[in-house]
């Protein structure tokens, strides 16, 4: 279980086809109108092909420019015509439930083609946040709106009557645009009022929104705003909804230095079936663990920031916990003796080897890179560490 804790331009006026003419709702199966929706209500593959259907249309418009959707729009009055057809009674089941996973697979591939053209925008963000914001008042689904919250939230984008845009917004997102999730719902609802939270919860609100898109989290967020982002989009839930959004790929990895594959090497044998035994949670762990590393390989001084979020202060304590047992290890049941001590034994050799690439690629001053290199170290060695000791 998870932790219980509008501003639009003329453009999206101007759409030729008005978007309830182009949305298709599933069919009232308590009242089928028509001979195809009593094909699509016999048949219970067929009606959650069509609440499929209906969602990603849903979702392939909002994630396209108002300007652009003609195309879309020609399609699915193409579809519909044809589905009448093939779906005119009960023995057509098996073609019509084909015709529903051809268009499915059309618009699947025509969605994810809008997201990275969606992605190209918000990455031109760090060089002109205004272009950004204007481009992105051409859309209409949540992915877009949540980015037009972060950017007037976090200030980059000034916008007239800020607090009440900001609401606006999250509503029609909440409301409008997001999947039918009561867990995300619930969490969502949770963050309280965004315009008078802090950075970190409107971070959070995005990290939810991209969670349901294929969308990564930019390098941006992080370089930017540090220590907020990194809590923000690190483990939450503890399952498989941990897997997303993606997370942005650093220029290099600090943990694929040599020095730390020869630590990893002496763990890797008893960190990788604790990962099994643990079940869907593993996702949140491995989740942390790519936050972890990008935090360490992409701005290692905000290592040594103080957590901000209540979670991540019981993070930390947990961490301080983890790496008071590693240097005192005495279970080697679950961790052999002998590897315990050869990861003692190449450890600091990957910790020299992390200060030197602090000063040399991130310019941090000797002590600086020190202290956020033993950081690093402790991030690593606790994570994987948390997984073989005692729950408490």
Known sequence: MPRSSWLFGPALSL?????????QTPPDCAKPVGR??????????????????????????????????????????AFLTERDGTCADKSTITACRALYETRTADLAAQNSTAQKKLAAVVAGIPKDAKAAAMALQRYNGAPAKAWLVYLYQSG??????????????VDEIVNQGLPKDPYLLEEMANL?????????TSLLFLRHVLSTTEMDAPCFLFTKHGQPAFEAFGAFWGNARDE????????????????????STHMDPAIEPALVERGSIRHGYERQFEVDDL???????????????????????QRGRAVAAFRSWGDFDAWPEKEYRAAMHTLPAAITA???????????????????AKAAADRFIA??????MPDE
């Open 244 to 263: 997303t959004p993606g997370l942005c790929n650093p220029p290099s990895s600090l943990f694929d230095l040599p020095e730390w594959k020869a630590v």
């Open 36 to 77: 195809a929706d009593r094909t699509i209500c016999a048949s219970v593959d067929l009606k959650v092909a069509a609440e499929e259907l209906a969602t990603l249309l849903r979702d392939t418009l909002g994630n396209t420019p108002a300007d652009d959707r003609d195309t879309i729009a020609r399609a699915q009055k």
């Open 295 to 317: 935090q360490a390989s992409l701005v290692p001084s905000t290592l040594l920031e103080a957590p901000m979020s209540a979670e991540a202060k019981k993070m930390a304590e």
């Open 156 to 169: 980059a984008v000034a916008v007239p009557d800020k607090d009440a845009t900001v609401r606006r917004l």
């Open 383 to 388: 994570g994987r560490l948390g997984l073989i």
């Open 15 to 23: 759409c030729l086809i008005p978007f309830a003419a182009i949305a």
């Open 354 to 372: 992390t200060s030197k690439l602090y000063r040399e690629k991130f310019k941090l001053n000797p002590q600086t890179a020190d202290q956020a």
């Open 192 to 200: 309280g009022d965004i315009p008078s939270a802090p950075l970190g």
